[in-house]
């Protein structure tokens, strides 16, 4: 048995401390399981089987199993479960590939995955003290990105800061901050032509009572030239540094969903499959590393769907910085001009549990639209994790093409 895509949009993703910010996590959840299932209006909500949903933080108003708020949210009748998962940046696609593992098994016939992040929202903590009433001062630490509340037992360097562990990767892979800023260029360019043409008008939905219809992060403006003026972030340029806040990706706001089914689920879902799940991969490296662990993530998935990479029409890759982008590009060997068509994170934004719905969206219809067989959809995830998806394109009836 076999797991299909038959659904997918999202919000727009919002900038930091932008258009989103007054909006809930749990809100934009539900916002993004709205607009799904409107696409589909035959379901019947009550079929769904479960609901699998992606989220990195969970320490804020995502709380409590932010899948089950979501749906109650949505108003999804009460005895449809929910379940949140968590692999950090690749918890949406993680969602995804658990659904379709369970579909595959006969547990489930039809499971509504997705994921939400609210960077803006995300709240500060306090270590709770070892006894009452302590003497010394309290930290409040944010919970926005990164490591937080440390176990001292971890090795040091384990625990580098995401823009230092993709310093040392450019180190070691000799990526030049010229590079890094064409491809980052290159995102924007992509994402405001896709926005242009119409391409993303099916698959983004606006958020009630908000004034945003397109992804706020891009810059149609955005050069080479232009991106060549910021400042390095996380080194000094004597120091080697070349990552800015241009060549990487900013932080956001948003949700996605994607509806998953078996092949019999099309006639209760009233509509035909998009796509089919080929094949998964997940992987793991020194957590310095974690940017270039899509590579094996991804050949693991082609290993699975029985094919190479010369049967790869599509690659939707997350875009956490540009340098293990192109890192990752590079160690596959493949045509850049396949990564990324309609422009990727570093333009559209990252809100970590909701990028992986972004993905699988995107590949998905650009595949449909190019007619090619296969596509790769893969990220990388905080302490040196990394997932992948396959893809199989259907034609409009939803036969393998």
Same mark, same amino acid.
């Not at 991106?227 to 241009?246: C, D, N, Q, Y």
């Not at 595949?367 to 302490?383: I, N, P, T, W």
């Given at each position: 048995?076999?797991?299909?895509?038959?659904?997918?949009?999202?919000?727009?993703?919002?900038?930091?401390?932008?258009?989103?910010?007054?909006?809930?996590?749990?809100?934009?959840?539900?916002?993004?399981?709205?607009?799904?299932?409107?696409?589909?209006?035959?379901?019947?909500?009550?079929?769904?089987?479960?609901?699998?949903?992606?989220?990195?933080?969970?320490?804020?108003?995502?709380?409590?199993?932010?899948?089950?708020?979501?749906?109650?949210?949505?108003?999804?009748?009460?005895?449809?479960?929910?379940?949140?998962?968590?692999?950090?940046?690749?918890?949406?696609?993680?969602?995804?590939?658990?659904?379709?593992?369970?579909?595959?098994?006969?547990?489930?016939?039809?499971?509504?995955?997705?994921?939400?992040?609210?960077?803006?929202?995300?709240?500060?903590?306090?270590?709770?003290?070892?006894?009452?009433?302590?003497?010394?001062?309290?930290?409040?630490?944010?919970?926005?990105?990164?490591?937080?509340?440390?176990?001292?037992?971890? $090795?040091?360097?384990?625990?580098?800061?995401?823009? &230092? %562990?993709?310093?040392?990767?450019?180190? !070691?892979? +000799? #990526?030049?901050? @010229?590079?890094?800023?064409?491809?980052?260029?290159?995102?924007?360019?992509?994402?405001?032509?896709?926005?242009?043409?119409?391409?993303?008008?099916?698959?983004?939905?606006?958020?009630?009572?908000?004034?945003?219809?397109?992804?706020?992060?891009?810059?149609?403006?955005?050069?080479?030239?232009?991106?060549?003026?910021?400042?390095?972030?996380?080194?000094?340029?004597?120091?080697?540094?070349?990552?800015?806040?241009?060549?990487?990706?900013?932080?956001?706001?948003?949700?996605?969903?994607?509806?998953?089914?078996?092949?019999?689920?099309?006639?209760?879902?009233?509509?035909?499959?998009?796509?089919?799940?080929?094949?998964?991969?997940?992987?793991?490296?020194? $957590?310095?590393?974690?940017?270039?662990?899509?590579? &094996? %993530?991804?050949?693991?998935?082609?290993? !699975?769907? +029985? #094919?190479?990479? @010369?049967?790869?029409?599509?690659?939707?890759?997350?875009?956490?910085?540009?340098?293990?982008?192109?890192?990752?590009?590079?160690?596959?060997?493949?045509?850049?001009?396949?990564?990324?068509?309609?422009?990727?994170?570093?333009?559209?934004?990252?809100?970590?549990?909701?990028?992986?719905?972004?993905?699988?969206?995107?590949?998905?219809?650009?595949?449909?639209?190019?007619?090619?067989?296969?596509?790769?959809?893969?990220?990388?995830?905080?302490?040196?994790?990394?997932?992948?998806?396959?893809?199989?394109?259907?034609?409009?009836?939803?036969?393998?093409?």
């Amino acid at each position: 048995m076999s797991a299909f895509l038959y659904a997918a949009t999202r919000t727009p993703f919002g900038r930091f401390n932008g258009a989103l910010a007054g909006v809930r996590p749990d809100d934009l959840a539900a916002a993004a399981i709205t607009s799904t299932l409107a696409t589909v209006p035959e379901l019947d909500p009550a079929a769904i089987d479960d609901v699998v949903w992606g989220n990195a933080n969970g320490a804020g108003e995502e709380n409590r199993n932010v899948g089950r708020m979501a749906a109650l949210l949505a108003g999804l009748p009460v005895s449809v479960p929910g379940t949140t998962v968590n692999r950090l940046c690749g918890s949406g696609l993680d969602s995804a590939m658990a659904a379709s593992r369970t579909i595959e098994s006969g547990d489930a016939e039809i499971v509504l995955t997705g994921g939400v992040e609210s960077m803006t929202r995300a709240p500060w903590v306090l270590p709770k003290p070892t006894g009452p009433f302590p003497v010394g001062d309290l930290t409040a630490v944010s919970t926005t990105l990164g490591w937080r509340l440390v176990n001292p037992r971890m $090795p040091e360097e384990w625990t580098v800061g995401l823009g &230092e %562990a993709n310093e040392l990767l450019r180190e !070691r892979f +000799g #990526i030049s901050r @010229e590079r890094q800023d064409r491809f980052a260029a290159r995102s924007h360019e992509l994402a405001h032509q896709a926005w242009e043409s119409g391409f993303y008008d099916d698959l983004v939905t606006p958020v009630a009572e908000t004034d945003l219809v397109r992804d706020e992060g891009i810059r149609a403006a955005s050069t080479p030239d232009v991106l060549a003026t910021l400042r390095t972030v996380f080194r000094s340029p004597e120091r080697g540094g070349t990552i800015t806040a241009g060549n990487a990706s900013p932080l956001n706001d948003g949700a996605s969903a994607v509806l998953l089914g078996s092949e019999g689920a099309a006639d209760t879902i009233g509509a035909a499959p998009i796509a089919r799940v080929a094949g998964r991969g997940v992987t793991a490296l020194d $957590p310095r590393s974690f940017g270039f662990a899509p590579v &094996e %993530a991804a050949n693991r998935a082609l290993a !699975r769907a +029985g #094919i190479g990479w @010369e049967q790869v029409g599509a690659v939707e890759l997350n875009e956490a910085f540009a340098v293990q982008a192109l890192a990752c590009v590079d160690a596959w060997g493949i045509d850049p001009a396949i990564v990324n068509q309609k422009g990727g994170a570093i333009a559209i934004g990252h809100p970590l549990g909701a990028s992986g719905g972004r993905l699988l969206a995107t590949l998905a219809k650009v595949l449909r639209e190019s007619g090619r067989r296969y596509g790769v959809a893969a990220l990388c995830v905080g302490v040196g994790q990394g997932l992948a998806v396959v893809l199989e394109n259907t034609d409009d009836t939803g036969r393998l093409r």
